[in-house]
């Protein structure tokens, strides 16, 4: 037998093709079910169906922002099990979607989505083929067991998250306070360096994840936050010399629900940065824990030195950027530079968290954009190089800020 099952999220997927059985009365399996399920936090896949033992066909999940002009689509997750000793294809279909009013297509032949077997070392998926006419993005990969996860690239889970956050509350580098919750709940955290000693330490705000999917920058975050709890002299020095606060996860029920971009609300937090006119809405409840932070360390006659608010581009984009009002902060690209490929460029769009910052309290502030695929010829990121990526980013701001002084 065979069974489809149409889903919205949480559920089981798919049961696949039955064992077969011979006769003498003896069953035996030549083919082991196949079962493909998204019930997991971050989980996430459009519709789905098993059309053959080797072969699986549907789409990634669609999500309609609330204003109707955007539809993004490209995170997938699934764990799939029955899957030891076989190689499977996998064909999406349906992969467009709207980008601020226009058509937007992710895919390429050079998207490599990964696979674990563990959920804590993954690998890439190469076998990979791209029908442009068609908008048909097919993979193929040859299972070694039987329980995996796939996804479009390396997750940041809650679990990831929580144990990030644990870590902090372990060690004497840091100390975690709460600085909102979500629509649904969820608590939006930070995690705060240097602020045990001197009260005029230069602030250095960091945050990841306004739209979820978005995991290379927040692995990147994890990779600068994990330096910070160390012992290293480097990260001793700079937790001395100044304050960093991080906010790793600001979208944590977009990324609960493997939403593509938007909270499970269907809002692009990066336009909730404004402060309300008569009779406008609030900005969403995520944006407003960050900014009455924000708002709070200029009431109280501080300032803020550096905000980068960390994004990643999709697998399509291949570059690493950093985005500032007037390219102000170019020069601390030229030192990213110096340890990994990023490209500084001129940025302005009213109602993003950077323009918040530049715009309202003249604060050096930015977007990075983070690759889930590769710069350039690169071979593509692992996780262990977005982990570098987020050491040198804290070595690199402590660089540019000594030259600022001078
Ligand atoms: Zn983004």
Do not use: I, K
């Given at each position: 037998m065979s069974g489809v099952a149409d889903w919205?999220?949480?559920?089981?997927?798919w049961v696949g093709f039955g064992l077969a059985v011979t006769g003498g009365g003896l069953s035996v399996g030549v083919e082991a079910e196949v079962t493909v399920r998204t019930d997991f936090p971050c989980g996430s896949l459009g519709s789905f169906k098993q059309t053959a033992p080797d072969r699986f066909v549907g789409s990634t999940a669609h999500w309609i922002k609330q204003d109707r002009v955007g539809d993004q689509y490209y995170w997938f997750y699934f764990r799939i099990d029955g899957a030891a000793n076989r190689a499977l294809t996998f064909e999406l279909n349906h992969i467009e979607g709207v980008y601020r009013g226009n058509a937007h297509f992710v895919y390429t032949p050079r998207t490599h989505p990964v696979v674990s077997y563990d959920k804590q070392s993954w690998q890439r998926i190469t076998d990979v083929t791209y029908d442009a006419d068609a908008r048909r993005f097919t993979f193929r990969h040859a299972f070694r067991q039987g329980t995996a996860w796939v996804a479009y690239a390396h997750p940041f889970t809650l679990d990831q998250n929580a144990s990030l956050i644990r870590d902090a509350e372990a060690t004497p580098h840091a100390s975690v306070s709460e600085l909102g919750r979500s629509v649904e709940g969820r608590a939006i955290q930070m995690i705060s360096f240097?602020?045990?000693?001197?009260?005029?330490r230069p602030i250095v705000l960091i945050n990841a994840l306004?739209?979820?999917?978005?995991?290379g920058g927040a692995l990147v975050m994890e990779g600068l936050c994990r330096f910070l709890f160390s012992d290293e002299a480097e990260a001793e020095a700079l937790r001395q010399a100044y304050a960093f606060h991080v906010?790793?996860?600001?979208n944590p029920d977009g990324q609960f629900h493997g939403v593509?971009?938007?909270?499970?609300?269907?809002?692009?937090?990066?336009?909730?940065?404004y402060t309300p006119a008569p009779g406008e809405p609030e900005p969403a409840v995520e944006v407003l824990a960050v900014k009455r932070w924000i708002d709070a360390v200029y009431q109280d006659g501080g300032k803020i030195a550096l905000w980068l608010d960390l994004h990643s581009n999709t697998q399509r984009a291949e570059r690493n950027a950093l985005q500032s009002p007037d390219n102000i902060l170019k020069p601390l690209a030229d030192h990213i530079n110096q340890h990994w490929p990023i490209i500084p460029r001129d940025r302005n769009k009213t109602r993003s968290a950077r323009d918040y910052g530049y715009n309202t309290y003249q604060m050096m502030a930015g977007n990075v954009e983070i690759s889930q695929s590769r710069m350039g010829d690169s071979t593509d990121f692992t996780i262990a190089d977005y982990h570098r990526f987020g050491r040198t980013l804290a070595l690199s701001i402590d660089a540019w800020h000594r030259e600022l002084q001078h």
């Open positions: 919205r999220f949480g559920a089981l997927l240097g602020t045990d000693g001197a009260a005029d306004q739209h979820s999917g978005e995991n906010v790793p996860m600001m593509s971009r938007y909270t499970w609300a269907m809002v692009d937090l990066n336009t909730q940065w």
